[in-house]
C-alpha cells in the first residue's frame, strides 16, 4: 500500500517518467477530422503536429471522461492505494469535473484527493513531480495533497509562442486577447497566473524571445525544479537548456514535450519554461 | 488712457489675435530646421482662438470685467493648447489672467503684475526653460514694465505701457539669434518669439486706434522683410476651428449656451459621450459648444436643457471613409461604461500608422504628428472615449509631448491621465509594444519609457529651403536623414539618406530595422532597400511597414 499520483495528459508529463515514478497519466482526447483519438495512446506528437498544419479543421480537444477517471481509481483503491490526483487548471479544460465526478462514484469515504493546479502543462509537471517526491516521505494522502496544494504557487510558467492563432481559435486566449493582432511580427510571451492565460510580453522576434525567458526564469531564481517544453522544434529547447544549466544539476531539469492536446492550443514552434522556485 | 475696462482687454487681445491670424504664415516659415514641422504661427493662433472668439461674445453681451475676460482666454487656450509654442502659450494666458483675478479693470500696475506671473508661468511649462525661446520675449516683456514702473515713467498710462510692452518684445525678439547658436546659424529670429511680438502689436496698433487687419509691423524672415500686402487675408466670421477640426463625421454641430451657473466641466463630459472632435469653452454664463455628432437634435436638446441657445450652425460633414463611419456608428450604440482599466491613446501621423497602433492595443487614436499638432482638447477626448480608468498618451512627437503633459494636467475626477514621453513615431511603436493592460500604470510607464531608450530612430525628408545646420550647409530639395532628429546625413535621394543615416547607426546582424514608408513612397521602393539594408548586415531582421505619414519617405528604427 501506498500513495500514488494520478494527472492527466494536458501535463504533457514524459511518459518515461511517469512509468519511473508510478505516476498515472489519463489522456485527454482530440478529435481531428471527426476522429477521436487518445492524447499520447493513439496519437503520437509528431503525427498530430503534422496533422494540425495541413487538417483544414482545427482539431478539438475534450477532457476525459468520468469513467476513465473511475477505472483507473479502482485500479489503484484495490489495489490498497490512496490517491492524490492532480490535474490540469478548471478554467482552462473541465477535466477536474470529470476527476471529481469519478471520486464521487466510491463515496465520501474514498481515499482520493482531487487537485486544481490551476496550471498546465509543463507547470503541472512540476507540481506532479513534486508530488511523486513528496509520496517517498509521507504516508499521509491528505497531508501529501496538502503540501501540494500550498506548493502551487511557487510554480511559474512562461510560454513563448509563435503565433496566438491557435490560442485564439481553441477559445482558450483568456486575457492574452490584448496581444492578438499587430502588423509587426512579435514573439508573444504568455504566463499563467489564477489559472488562466495572461499576457506578458511582445519581444520582435525568436531570439528576444529566448533571451527574454530566461531572464524571466533568473528573476526566479533559486530554483528547485526547472522544465522546458516545446512543440516542434526540439534544438531550441535544447538551446534554452545550454542557457539554464548553471542553475541546477542536471537531474532535477525536465525536458518535455507539447502533446496533441495542449499542441493544439500553442501550435508548432512554441517553446514553455516552468520554474519552480525554492521557498 | 488710465485703465482698460473689459471689453477694451478683450477687443485689444482679439486685435492681437487678428494680427497674429495674419501673420502666420511668416511665422512658420522661421523654423530652424528645413523640415515641413514649421507651423508655430498656426499653432500659436489655434491656440487662442476658441479663448478670443469666448472673450469677444462675452465682452459684447455685457458688462465684462477685466479678469473674467482673461479667463475666458486662457480657459480657451488650454484646451486649444497644440505644439510646444501653444503649450507655453496658453501658460502665458493662464498667468495672465492669475494677475487679472479679480480686477474689474486693467490698470497699469495689473499689467505688470500679469505680465510678471504670465512669465512664471510659461517658465514652468518647460521642464528645460531654453533662452532665446519665446520664454525670453515674455520676461523682457515683465521686466520692462515693472523698471518702467519703477521710475514712474508712465505715470500709469495703460496705452503707453503697451507701448513699452510691445517695444520689449521687438528688442528682446531681436536679440534671440544671439542667445541661442541654432538661430544664428539657420539666420532667423524664434518663430514663438514672434508670436508674441505679433500678439502684442496687433493689441497695441488696436489701441491707438490703427487698423490691424492692413497694420505692418515692419518684422522680418529669413527670406527678408514681411510684405504685409502679402500677408494671408483675415478669415471674417471664419468657422469656428474650421482648420483643427480632425474627422469628417456626422454633422458639425455649433451653438452658445447661455445661462446662469453652467457646469462646463460636466457639459464636456456629457457631450464626449455621443460626440466626437469636440471644442467646448466657456464659463458658467457662456459656453460654446462645437461638436461633430451623429444627431445633432440630440446635441441641442441637451443645450436647450441647460440655457438658450444662440449661433446655431449645423453641417453635415461629408463621409470621406465609409468603413470607418460604419464602425464608429455600431461602436455608438453600445451604452456609456464605467472607466475600467488601462487604455493607450497614440498619436499617429497616417492611415498605416493609426492601424499599426490600433492593432498593437491602443484604444484610441488622435490623427496628427509633425504639422498637425492635435490639442489638449483632443487628447483628452479621445481619452475619454477609450473608457480607461487610467490612460497613458504617446505623443510620439516632440511637438506634441508638452500638450500632452498639459492634457494630463487637467482636472478630472473620473480618469487619470500619463504621458509616456515618446518623441518619434518608433519610439512610440516600442512603447506600445512593451505595454500590458494587466500591469498597473507605473509598471507600464517604466516599461514603455524603457522600450523606447532602446530604440534609435531615423526620419528621413526633404528640405524645404536653403539653411546650414551643425555647420553643413543644406540646399532646397536636400534629402535629409535624421538620427534621434538631429541632421545626421544629406543625399540626393531619400532611400540613399535611410541608407547612409543607417550605416551612421552602425548595424549588425542582431538588430531589427523597421521601416515605415510614407504616403509619398511605396512598398516597391521600400522593399528594394529593404534588401540593399539586408546586404549590409546579413542575418539582420528587416520589417516593413506602411506608415502613410506626410513629408517624411521614410521613418525607421533601430533595436
Known amino acids: 500500500m501506498a500513495i500514488r499520483i494520478v494527472t492527466d495528459s494536458a501535463s504533457d508529463f ?3 517518467l511517469a512509468e519511473q515514478l508510478d505516476i498515472t497519466v489519463v489522456p485527454c482526447n482530440v478529435v481531428i477530422d471527426d476522429v477521436s483519438y487518445r492524447d499520447g495512446v493513439d496519437l503520437t506528437a509528431d503525427e498530430f503536429y503534422q496533422r494540425l498544419t495541413s487538417s483544414p479543421r ?16 479502482q485500479d489503484l483503491l484495490e489495489q490498497g492505494h490512496d490517491v492524490v490526483s492532480i490535474h490540469v487548471s478548471g478554467k482552462l479544460s473541465g477535466t477536474v469535473n470529470s476527476a471529481t465526478q469519478a471520486k ?30 513528496l509520496t517517498q516521505q509521507s504516508t499521509s494522502y491528505q497531508e501529501v495533497a496538502a503540501q501540494v496544494r500550498q506548493d502551487l504557487g511557487l510554480t511559474s510558467v512562461f510560454l513563448a509562442l509563435d503565433t496566438l492563432e491557435y490560442l485564439q481559435k481553441g477559445g482558450r486566449i483568456g486575457k492574452a486577447q490584448a496581444f492578438v493582432g499587430s502588423l509587426l511580427s512579435v514573439k508573444p510571451i504568455l504566463t499563467l497566473r489564477d ?11 525568436h531570439q528576444r524571445a529566448m533571451r527574454r525567458m530566461t531572464e524571466l526564469v533568473r528573476e526566479r531564481t533559486p530554483a528547485k525544479q526547472l522544465g522546458i517544453i516545446y512543440s516542434t522544434e526540439a534544438a531550441w529547447a535544447a538551446d534554452l537548456r545550454s542557457q539554464m544549466s548553471n542553475l541546477l544539476p542536471e537531474e532535477e531539469f525536465i525536458t518535455a514535450r507539447f502533446g496533441p492536446v495542449l499542441g493544439n492550443y500553442v501550435g508548432p514552434k512554441a517553446l514553455g519554461i516552468a520554474i519552480t522556485s525554492a521557498r | 488712457m488710465d485703465v482698460l475696462q473689459g471689453n477694451e482687454l478683450a477687443q485689444a487681445l482679439t486685435a492681437g489675435f487678428r494680427c497674429l491670424e495674419r501673420y502666420r504664415d511668416p511665422i512658420n516659415a522661421l523654423n530652424v530646421y528645413p523640415v515641413p514641422d514649421g507651423d508655430t504661427g498656426t499653432n500659436m493662433m489655434l491656440t487662442m482662438r476658441a479663448g478670443v472668439e469666448q472673450c469677444a461674445q462675452a465682452a459684447q453681451a455685457e458688462e465684462a470685467t477685466a479678469g473674467r475676460v482673461a479667463r475666458l482666454v486662457a480657459d480657451g487656450a488650454f484646451w486649444e493648447a497644440r505644439g510646444n509654442s501653444g503649450v507655453i502659450l496658453s501658460q502665458f494666458f493662464k498667468g495672465i489672467a492669475q494677475g487679472l483675478e479679480g480686477k474689474e479693470v486693467c490698470a497699469g500696475t495689473d499689467l505688470a503684475q500679469a505680465f510678471r506671473a504670465a512669465t512664471q508661468a510659461a517658465y514652468r511649462a518647460v521642464g528645460n526653460p531654453v533662452e532665446g525661446t519665446m520664454l525670453t520675449v515674455i520676461r523682457c516683456v515683465a521686466e520692462a514694465l515693472e ?46 518669439g514672434m508670436g508674441i511680438v505679433v500678439i502684442l502689436g496687433g493689441a497695441y496698433l488696436h489701441l491707438t486706434g490703427a487698423d490691424v487687419d492692413q497694420a505692418d509691423l515692419g518684422l522680418a524672415t529669413a527670406a527678408g522683410q514681411i510684405d504685409p500686402t502679402q500677408l494671408a487675408s483675415v478669415s471674417v466670421e471664419s468657422d469656428f476651428l474650421d482648420a483643427s477640426v480632425e474627422s469628417e463625421w456626422g454633422y458639425c454641430t455649433q451653438f452658445l449656451i447661455q445661462g446662469d451657473n453652467l457646469d462646463i466641466d460636466r457639459v464636456r463630459e456629457d457631450l464626449a459621450r455621443t460626440a466626437e472632435s469636440l471644442v467646448i469653452v466657456g464659463d458658467d454664463q457662456f459656453i460654446k459648444v462645437h461638436i461633430h455628432v451623429e444627431d445633432p437634435g440630440a446635441a441641442l436638446s441637451y443645450g436647450v436643457a441647460r440655457g438658450e441657445l444662440a449661433q446655431i450652425k449645423i453641417d453635415n460633414m461629408s463621409l470621406q471613409n465609409q468603413d470607418w463611419a460604419a464602425g464608429h456608428q455600431a461602436a455608438r450604440q453600445e451604452p456609456a461604461l464605467p472607466k475600467a482599466g488601462i487604455k493607450l491613446v497614440a498619436v499617429a501621423p497616417g492611415a498605416g500608422l493609426s492601424q499599426l497602433f490600433k492593432d498593437s492595443g491602443c484604444a484610441a487614436i488622435v490623427s496628427g504628428g509633425q504639422t498637425m499638432n492635435p490639442s489638449v482638447a483632443q487628447l483628452v477626448n479621445a481619452a475619454e472615449s477609450s473608457g480607461g480608468q487610467e490612460v497613458i498618451i504617446l505623443p510620439n512627437n516632440k511637438n506634441v509631448a508638452l500638450t500632452a503633459v498639459q492634457a494630463a494636467d487637467r482636472e478630472n475626477d473620473t480618469q487619470s491621465l500619463h504621458v509616456a514621453l515618446t518623441h518619434t513615431v518608433p519610439q512610440g511603436v516600442a512603447a506600445a509594444l512593451a505595454f500590458n493592460p494587466e500591469a498597473s500604470s507605473e509598471q507600464n510607464l517604466q516599461a514603455m519609457q524603457e522600450a523606447a531608450a532602446s530604440v534609435v530612430s531615423i526620419e528621413v525628408t526633404q528640405a524645404i529651403r536653403d539653411t546650414t545646420l551643425n555647420g553643413v550647409s ?18 540626393d535621394t531619400p532611400e540613399a539618406a535611410l541608407l547612409s543615416a543607417l550605416s551612421n547607426v552602425g548595424l549588425s546582424e542582431d538588430h531589427i530595422v523597421t521601416l515605415y514608408w510614407g504616403a509619398d513612397t511605396d512598398q516597391e521602393r521600400t522593399e528594394a532597400v529593404a534588401q540593399q539594408i539586408e546586404e549590409q548586415a546579413s542575418g539582420i531582421q528587416v520589417d516593413l511597414v506602411s506608415g502613410g505619414q506626410p513629408h517624411y ?7
Open chain 1, 195 to 205: 489559472g488562466e492565460v495572461h499576457p506578458l510580453e511582445r519581444p520582435r522576434n
Open chain 1, 104 to 133: 464521487a462514484t466510491f463515496g465520501d469515504s474514498a481515499a482520493i484527493e482531487i487537485i486544481d493546479s490551476g496550471l498546465a502543462s509543463i507547470g503541472l509537471t512540476m507540481a506532479v513531480r513534486a508530488a511523486a517526491k
Open chain 1, 14 to 16: 514524459p511518459a518515461e
Open chain 2, 147 to 192: 523698471s518702467r514702473l519703477e521710475q514712474g515713467g508712465a505715470d500709469g498710462n495703460v496705452l503707453s505701457l503697451w507701448e513699452t510692452a510691445y517695444s520689449a518684445s521687438r528688442e528682446a525678439l531681436d536679440r534671440t539669434p544671439s542667445l541661442l547658436p541654432k538661430l544664428q546659424e539657420a539666420g532667423v529670429v524664434d518663430a514663438g
Open chain 1, 58 to 73: 482545427l482539431p478539438t480537444t475534450s477532457q476525459p471522461s468520468v469513467g476513465a477517471f473511475q477505472t483507473v481509481y
Open chain 2, 474 to 491: 543644406v540646399a532646397e530639395g536636400d534629402y535629409m536623414g535624421l538620427v534621434e532628429g538631429n541632421l545626421a546625413v544629406i543625399e
Open chain 2, 553 to 559: 519617405p521614410y521613418f525607421a528604427s533601430v533595436e
